[in-house]
């Protein structure tokens, strides 16, 4: 029945009869249908695109990658064998300077005596108070940039931490930051 099935389908008969009832006429069939189908020119127009694409999408990430993976030379690995030669006077060991290590400068902090400047007040002033508090008289409005020098301090009032400072002939406290962390008053370095 196969062969009859192979047969059939070769001369492009059908039986339907046979080809319900009998496997092996359907597996006959069947098997030369499915070769004669990769002869038709849509199969083969299929197949040849498919192959085009898949060398496309090689082409595509090998460029991808760079020239310098896909382009590396094999590099084989090479013994080397040192041959020791006698020397007739030992080598002396020569004493190894002692390594230097150089302190890590510390930052600059606020301190009696230093200089700060005015910064992170925007178009607007800090207020030099005559006491530490949000409730002394402002005695002074120091602008932004301005070079301060530290004559008193810290001190803790009303939830901020206030320094005296100096300014020309002007001495007051302000505060060195917003409660949030907003500094107003920052180190000078020289």
Known sequence: MYELGAADAERGEFNPFYYQHYYYYRLGYDSVRRRRSWRTPVSIALFVMGGILLV???VWFVGRLGPAVVAQPM??????????????????PSPLPSPTTEPTPTPPTL?????????????????????????????????AGREVILREGPVDADGYTWWRVE???VSGWC????????????????
């Open 56 to 58: 496309t999408v090689v």
């Open 75 to 92: 590099v084989t690995p090479q013994t080397t064998v040192a041959v020791a030669t006698p020397s007739p006077i030992p080598p002396t």
């Open 111 to 143: 301190q009696v005596g230093g200089r700060a400047v005015i910064v992170n007040v925007g178009n607007a002033a800090l207020r030099l108070r005559s006491a530490p508090g949000l409730t002394a008289r402002v005695v002074a409005l120091i602008p």
């Open 167 to 169: 300014v020309g002939s």
């Open 175 to 190: 505060a060195v930051a917003t409660p949030d962390g907003t500094l107003f008053l920052e180190p000078h370095v020289p």
